[in-house]
């Protein structure tokens, strides 16, 4: 079987047999369409062609890309869950999956902002407008739910439960879990479905509103893409006067860092934020250095001296 068709069949069985997101199939599809462009230029037309020197070749090929560590961690995983449904497949007959050995994890400490800077930026943020109403319940939302990107632009208007202000939302592998949203984040969402959506929705060659079931819309009627909520986020940090880097990602942070300060126990963090493991979530305990010394200088019986 040529590399084209074995991966369509494995993308075929990532969206039919393992219900991934399409967000994930395509970080898949990617890395391993740079193998298939590795065999190509080694005139590889044949799966069982791959032997274990040929793999080998390509795994020093991405090591000289110095790739960042979590990229090169993502790309052996994609490599790995590849070769294994290609050896039970008998698409090839080397089981080349017990040959890779992904490189370890380096803890990653990333930009946040403190309780302080986030009420900077939401006592910045306007909100005269409908795009910028929307901007508001954007960051409202990733900082009251700490949910990924990915998820807060799936968000659709079925999902949303105003009266037990909860939120519905699809995580890694389609697992759905509740998030909850605090009675701030719940005041911009009223502002949001009352003076903005619509006009956002609204078609005006056709005088037609949009039909799109998406909570969050752009100036077209459609979904918000993640693109556009990360530039909102960007901007609305850079308004509010902070030079740290701030993503998505890192108001999730943010969100999990802040109920840790404030008393919130790893295990009930790690609910909220979707993850399947404790041992993901246990970096947030490396980060609140405040907590750490403030408690050290309280109960250690030396530290008063």
């Known amino acids: 079987m040529d590399p084209d068709k074995s991966l369509e069949l494995y993308i075929k069985y990532l969206r039919f047999e393992k219900n991934l997101t399409p967000n994930s199939i395509k970080s898949y599809e990617k890395d391993i369409r740079q193998l298939n462009a590795y065999l ?45 449904f290609l050896e039970e497949g008998k698409i090839i007959d080397i089981h080349l999956s017990q040959f890779i050995n992904p490189p370890r994890r380096r803890h990653r400490y990333y930009n946040i902002l403190s309780m302080a800077e986030m009420r900077e930026v939401f006592d910045k943020m306007e909100t005269e407008n409908a795009a910028a ?27 949303i439960n105003m009266k037990r202000n909860e939120i519905k939302v699809k995580g890694k592998g389609r697992k ?10 719940l005041h911009w ?36 893409t993640a693109r556009s909520i990360r530039s909102i986020v960007r901007a609305s940090v850079v308004n509010a006067g902070i030079s740290k880097n701030i993503t998505p990602h890192s108001l999730r942070h943010s969100f999990a860092t802040h109920l840790l300060q404030r008393g919130a126990g790893i295990r009930e963090i790690q609910e909220l934020l979707g993850h399947e493991s404790i041992s993901t979530t246990s970096i947030y305990s490396h980060m609140d250095i405040s907590k750490l010394k403030k408690d050290y200088r309280r109960f250690h019986p030396r530290s008063r001296s």
Do not use: C, P, W
């Open 40 to 84: 190509g230029s080694r005139d590889i037309h044949e799966m069982k062609g791959i032997g274990l020197a040929l793999f080998r070749g390509f795994v020093k090929s991405l090591d000289e890309k110095k790739y960042a560590n979590r990229t090169m961690i993502r790309k052996y995983s994609s490599l790995v869950n590849y070769f294994k």
């Open 133 to 159: 109403i929307r901007n508001r319940l954007v960051m409202e939302l990733i900082y009251s739910t700490g949910a990924r990107v990915s998820e807060v632009e799936s968000m659709l208007l079925d999902d």
């Open 176 to 185: 759905e879990r509740i998030v909850f949203i605090n009675n701030e984040a």
């Open 189 to 224: 969402l009223d502002q949001y479905m009352e003076k903005a959506r619509d006009e956002l929705g609204f078609n005006k060659k056709k005088g037609s509103y949009t039909r799109d079931r998406h909570l969050l819309l752009n100036k077209r009627g459609t979904g918000l």
